[in-house]
């Protein structure tokens, strides 16, 4: 089941995921957390392959070992396990972030050029005012000339 977001397309899951989102109480659509929503859902099964492989080459002795000499299930997660899944979790973490960056097809529709260029608009253009004001200049003080 963790595989099926592989074998959907991203312009899919972009159109799947403003269906969902857009109405309320989940009104994401154009912001940063439906990018990130889609990007984790979309890259969990890396995370899932590189967890399930480097889990089965761990040998069951570990386990029976540390639980032999008086540790519990999570001090034996904590201190053996996880240490050992280390580098499987760092590399699907790497390879999701990449995949994550070369990304478009699913951003096109979660964040339109339009929503992108408004932000931007305003969050780098002082109000008229406040540039007039600057300037020491208000429309009935020029003359025309």
Request: positive net charge; charged residues 15%; contains cysteine.
């Amino acid at each position: 089941m963790t595989m099926l977001s592989f074998a959907i397309p991203g312009t899919v899951i972009g159109i799947a995921y403003i269906v969902a989102f857009n109405v309320p109480p989940f009104e994401l659509t154009g912001t940063g957390l439906i990018l990130v929503i889609c990007f984790i859902f979309r890259n969990m099964p890396v995370g899932v392959r590189a967890g399930l492989a480097a889990l089965s080459q761990l040998d069951k002795s570990l386990d029976e070992a540390s639980l032999t000499l008086g540790a519990n299930s999570w001090q034996t997660f904590r201190k053996i396990i996880l240490p050992l899944l280390r580098p499987a979790i760092l590399a699907a973490l790497v390879y999701s972030f990449v995949r994550s960056m070369t990304a478009i097809s699913a951003v096109i529709f979660l964040i339109s050029s339009s929503q992108i260029w408004r932000r931007c608009a305003d969050s780098f253009t002082p109000p008229l005012p406040e540039v007039r004001r600057r300037l020491g200049t208000r429309p009935q003080d020029r003359t025309p000339g």
